[in-house]
C-alpha cells in the first residue's frame, strides 16, 4: 500500500529511472537534446544504491509530478555513496510521450550519440494552466470508498504468470466482463490508454461492452474484442470521444516495456480504480483512490478480474460467457457466511405455536398486566381465557383447526383477544384494517376464503357464504365450552409448521397477495431478539401499527410472549402525537416501534413538551430511515438510556430481517446501513441470475433463514418465482426485489426497490397496482402514476400523481374526476393520487417504459383537477370574513404548497397523517385554539374546518 | 515522518533558526528548497549568510535524506523571489510550506527619532515587505492546489515593545498583521497563514546563528549579561532552543495543525505573558 496524491497532473506525468554508466555526464550528453535546455538537478544520497534509502529516494523521486507551469520535463541526478548514480527522468506524457522518452534515455546513456539534433517527439505543451482544477472524478458505484481517504492511493498486485503468453489479450476482455457483472447489467464502462505504440500520447476511450448475449460464447468474446471496433450491438464498442464527458471510473493503462530502465506509465492512477498492464509483465498493478474504492473491494475485484481470466485461458472454448464464474466457489461460501449464511446452522430450529407460547407464559404470571386499552385492563389469565372462549366460539361455528379466519377490527382489546383465540382454535388470522374500502376488504374476504369474519364494523361488505361475526357474539357462542377446553385442537402441529397468519401485501399485478407466515418464524423472530435487546415481563410496548400491517405481529407477540405489558394505542391517538406523548409518558412505555416518518413528529413534540419518558428502546421499521433526523433525539436521550435500533425488514421474511443499533457517531456520518442479518436470518446480493455478488456490488437482497414465509395464499406461480431454492446453499431464499448491498463486515445496506414499488408514508405501495386500478375506469385508455415530494427532503411533502389518458371517442364529457370517483371506490386512502392529470399520451423512453420526465408537473398543468373538484360547489362566498379564516387558509396553503379555496378539501389537496400534525402545531404558534386531529378528518373542507374552529373560539374566550 | 514527499522552501536558510527548521523538516521527510541572501549588506552592522553556510545547510539536510535545491535570493527583489519558487516547482512539482525566515535584527539600538530613513525602510523591507514577497510568488500554487501551509516567523516583539527596537518591532508587529490577514484571504482555498515568535534563542554554535548576539551588540551590553537578563525575565528561567522553535514550525507545517491560521504562535518561556 503505498500514499501519494491523486492529482490530475500526476496521472498525466510518467518516470523512468535509469542507472548512468560510470563517468557518464548527463548534462552533456542531453544538451541539445530537448528545445529547451533540460536543467537537471542533483541531490546526494546518504547510502549505497542498493540500500533501502536509496529505493526511498529513487521512489519518491519518480513519484514526483511535474508542476504544470514548469518545463514538461525533469531529469534528476541520484548520486549514491557507492559512487553510482541513477537519472530520474519525469515527464508531462502529452508533451513527452514514451516514444520521445525512450530517445531521451538512450541518448542520456550514451547510447544514442549517432542520434542527434533535436530529439523528434517533444511536443510543444498542451495548455492546461489557468483553468479550475478539474472536477474530482466519481470512484465506482460498488466501490465504498471512504471519503476522508480521497488522495490516498492503494495498490494490488494482479499475478498474471498463470495466464502465460495471452495475458494481455485475456486481461482487457477478463476486465470488461467483470464490470459487467458488476453493473448488474450487460454493459459497461472502461477506459483504455494505450500507450504501447509509444508514439501516441494515449487517449481515453470509452469501450461499451454488450456482455452475455446468450449465444456468446468465451471463445467468441474474446475474437470479438480482438476486431475492436466491431458493429453496434457487438460485444466491444468503442463510444466516440464526444461521449466522454467525464473518464469511466475504472479503466487500464497499456504500458510499453522499456529495457532501459523503470518505467511508470502514470504517477497516479488515470481513473479512480486503474489496472496497469505492462507490455510482456508476469503481473499487472491495480492502483486506486481509497476516497473512491475500498481495500478490500479493490483487492476481491483483482481476485474476480483473475479468475475470468483464467477460466478464458484455460476453459473450454465453447463454454457460454454466463456460465462464466465472476465468483470463485470459495469466496462465495465466504461471502454467504458473511451474510449470516452459517449463522442458521448453528442453532437448532425453533420449533412451536404462538399460542401455545403464550399460554406458558399466562401460566408463569397468571395475574401480571397483559393488556390495556381505552379502559380495560386484562391480566394475561384474562387475556388467555377470554381469547379460549373466542377459540370455542369458532369451534362452535365448525371451523375447523387449519382454517384462515378474518379479523377486522379497531385497535382496542377485543383485537389482540381475537387474534390470540383464533391462533388458539388452531386457525390463523387474516388482519384487515376497518379503513380499508369495501372492495378491498371483500377481495381480501375473497381471496383469502375464510369462513367467517370477526368484525364490530356494521359497512363489512356481506360475501356470500362468508359469516360476520362480532367478538362479543363469538365469545357467547363458545362461553360454554371454553371451560371445557373442548376446543382445543388435537391435531398436533406443536411443531409450529402452519400458518399463524396471512398478511396481504401490495401487489405488482394489481391485486394484494396474501403473504402464509409459519407459527415457528414468530417464534424464531422473539429468539432472535429478546436476549439482544433484553425484553421481558418489566416491559412496556404499544400496539400502534394497524392489524393489517405486519409491524403489529412483532409489538403484539413480541410483547406477550415475553411477558410484559402491552398498551393499545387508540386509533385516533396515533393520529396525534401530542396525545400519543403523552400516553407513552403516563403509561411509561419503554419499547417503542415507529415507522421513521411518524418517529420524526414525536422528535419535535419531546423537543417541545419534554416530558420524561420511560423508553429504553426504540426500534424503527416499515421504511428507510434517514438517521439525521435522530440529532434532537440523542440530544435529549442519550443512546446509554435508550438504544436506538433500525430495522430493515419484509412480511415475507417475518417482518425483521436486520438489525442495527444507531448511535449519535452514526447520526454525523449519516449511515445508510440497517445492519447485520438477525442471528438465524441471513442475506446475500445477487445479480439478475441469482448469481452471489460480492461486498460493496448492489443488487437484489435474497432472504432465507427462520423468517422466510411458507407461501403466496393462492398464488403457486409467484410463490415458486419469489421464494427459490437456492442452489448455492440447498436453503429455501427469498427474493425481495429490493436493491442493496453487503459491506465488507456483512452489513447491509438498502438502495431501495428494484422495480416501481414505493414506500409513501411507510406505506408500501406498487404503482402498477394503482395504475392498473385508474386503467379498469370507464373511458381511461393509459395511465402513468408517480410519486413526487415538493421537498426532496421532506417525507411527508410525498404526494402520488397521476395521469391518464381519456378515450376522446366515447361519449359523455371527459373527466378526470370521474376517474378518482372510481379509484376512490377500490384503493385504501394511503394509495390514493393527490392529483389525476389528463393528458393526450403518456410518453415512452426507449425502452418503452414511462418517461417521467416527459408528464407535465400536475401542479401547473391547466389539465389537473384537484382531486374532487367535481364536489366542489360553484360558489365563492367565504364562510367568514376575518382573521380565523385568513389564518387557515395561509396555513394550509403553506404547507399543502398551493392557493386554498374555502371549499377545497385537505386531504385532497395532498394533505395527510403528518401534514395534519404540521398545520395543528402552526395553529398553536398562531394562539389558535388547539385541535385534535380527528377534527380535522371531521371537517376537512376549510369552511368546515373554519367554521368549527371559530365555535370552538368562541366557547373558549368566554368570561369566565 | 510528518512531512513525507512535502515541498518546503525556508528562507534565510544558510543559519541560525532558519538552518534548525530546515534539519527538522529534513528528518521529517520534506524536500527542501534553501533560500539565502548568501552576501552582506552595506547596512547591516554584522555579517549575514554565506553561500558557504547555505551549502552546509544543505550537505546536513541530504545527509537526512532530503532532496535539495538551494539559491541565493534577496527577498528585497520580487523577481529572484519569483525565480525560486519556480526553482522548487521545477524540481518538487510543487510547493507545499513555505516557512519565512529571513530576517535582520539591526541597525537597531536607538532611540525611535533617531533612526535614519534609511535603517527604517530596510528594515521593513526585508522583514516585513520580503515576507509578503515570498507569499506573493508561492501562494498561487497552493491557491491552486487548496493545500499549503505559510510560517511568518515573527518574534516576541511582534506583540510587545522593546525599547530602541522600534523598527524592528514595527516590522514584526506588521508581520502578524500581514498574517492574519492573509490567513483571512487564503482560508476559503485551504491555506493557512501562522506567525510564529520566538522569544529569546541561544546563538547554537552548529546552527552558527548570532541574532543574540547582535542584539546584544545594538544594546551595547556583553552578550553573556544580555542572556543573563532574559534568563532572569523569562518566567521559566531559561532561553529558547533553536529546536523548541523548529518542532512548532513542524507543528504548523504538519497537518497535525489543518485547523490552525491566522494564529500567533508564542514560543518564549511565558515572556509575553506577564
Known sequence: MTTSTTDAPAAGCHSLVLRLPDGADPQHLLSGATPDPVRIGQTSVPAGADEPTAEARRHAESSRPIHRDGPPLRAVVLRYTDGTADLVLVAVRAAVPPAALRRIARRALGRAAEEGGVLPGVLPRPTVGGGPVPAQRSGPEWGLGEPELRGVVGSVRIDLGGLGEHAERLFLPAIALALSRYAGGDRAELGVLDLRDGTGTGEVVRVHVVEEHPDCSGAEFLRRFDREPVTPGAPVTPLPPAAAQEPPAVGVVLSPAFEEGGYTAALAPVFPLTVQLDEGASHATCRFDRGSVDASVAHRFCAHVAHLASQLAHGPGARPLAELELVPPAEREEILRTGGADGAGDRAPVRGRIDRAFERVAAAQPDAVALLADGDRLTYRQLNDRADAVAAGLSALDVAPGSLVGVCLERDAELVVTLLGVLKAGCAYVPMDPRYPAQRLRFTTQNAEVPVVVTSAAEFPQVPEVRLLSPAALAELGADRASTGAHRSDQGDDEGDGPAYVIYTSGSTGTPKGVVVPHRNVLALLRATAEDFAIGPDDTWTLFHSGAFDFSVWEIWGCLLTGGRLVVVPYWTTRDTEEFYDLLAEQGVTVLNQTPSAFAQLVRTDQRVRRGLALRLVVFGGEPLDVRMLAPWFARHPASDCRVVNMFGITETTVHVTAQTVTPRDVVAGSRSVGRPLPGWSLSVRDERGRVLPPGVPGEIYVGGAGVADRYLGLPELTAQRFVLDGATGERVYRSGDKGRLRPDGRLDHLGRLDNQVKVRGHRIELDEIRTVLLGAPRVTAAAVVVNRDDPDDPASSRIDAYVVLDAAADGATDPAEVLAHAKAKLPDYMMPTTITAVAGIPLTINGKPDVSGLPDPRNSSAATPAEAQERPETHESPAAGGITDDILSIWSKFLNTPVGPQDNFFTLGGNSLLVVRVLAEMRERKLPRVAPKQLYEHSTAAQFVEYVRRLAEATSVPQ | ?274
Not at chain 2, 181 to 192: E, I, K, N, S, T
Not at chain 2, 220 to 225: A, G, K
Request: hydrophobic share 45%.
Open chain 2, 1 to 274: 515522518m510528518r512531512l513525507t514527499g512535502k515541498a518546503v522552501i525556508v528562507t534565510g536558510a544558510a543559519r541560525g533558526l532558519g538552518r534548525a527548521c530546515a534539519l527538522r523538516f529534513a528528518e521529517e521527510g520534506a524536500d527542501l528548497l534553501l533560500l539565502d541572501i548568501a552576501r552582506d549588506l552595506p547596512d547591516v552592522p554584522y555579517p549575514l549568510g554565506s553561500s558557504g553556510q547555505l551549502e552546509h545547510t544543505a550537505a546536513l539536510c541530504e545527509r537526512a535524506g532530503a532532496a535539495t535545491v538551494t539559491a541565493a535570493v534577496d527577498v528585497r527583489d520580487s523577481r529572484q523571489c519569483a525565480l525560486a519558487v519556480d526553482r522548487a516547482l521545477d524540481r518538487f512539482g510543487t510547493v507545499d510550506v513555505l516557512v519565512n525566515n529571513a530576517g535582520i535584527a539591526s541597525p537597531s539600538g536607538k532611540i525611535a527619532h533617531d533612526i535614519t530613513e534609511r535603517e527604517w525602510s530596510l528594515m521593513l523591507d526585508v522583514d516585513l515587505s520580503g515576507a509578503w514577497r515570498m507569499m506573493k510568488a508561492v501562494a498561487p500554487v497552493m491557491v491552486d492546489r487548496r493545500a499549503g501551509s505559510i510560517i511568518n516567523v515573527s518574534s516576541t516583539a511582534g506583540t510587545v515593545g522593546y525599547r530602541h527596537f522600534a523598527s524592528y518591532v514595527a516590522a514584526k508587529h506588521g508581520l502578524i498583521g500581514l498574517t492574519r490577514a492573509a490567513a483571512l484571504d487564503y482560508a476559503p482555498m485551504r491555506v493557512r497563514v501562522n506567525a510564529l515568535c520566538p522569544g529569546s534563542v541561544r546563538d547554537d554554535p552548529v546552527l552558527e546563528g548570532r541574532m543574540l548576539a547582535e542584539i546584544a551588540r545594538s544594546l551595547e551590553v556583553p552578550v553573556t549579561e544580555h542572556e543573563q537578563i532574559f534568563v532572569r525575565d523569562q518566567p521559566m528561567n531559561a532561553l529558547i532552543e533553536p529546536s523548541d522553535i523548529a518542532g512548532a514550525a513542524l507543528w504548523l507545517a504538519a497537518d497535525d495543525s489543518r485547523q490552525v491560521t491566522g494564529s500567533v504562535l508564542t514560543v518564549d518561556g511565558g515572556f509575553t505573558s506577564r
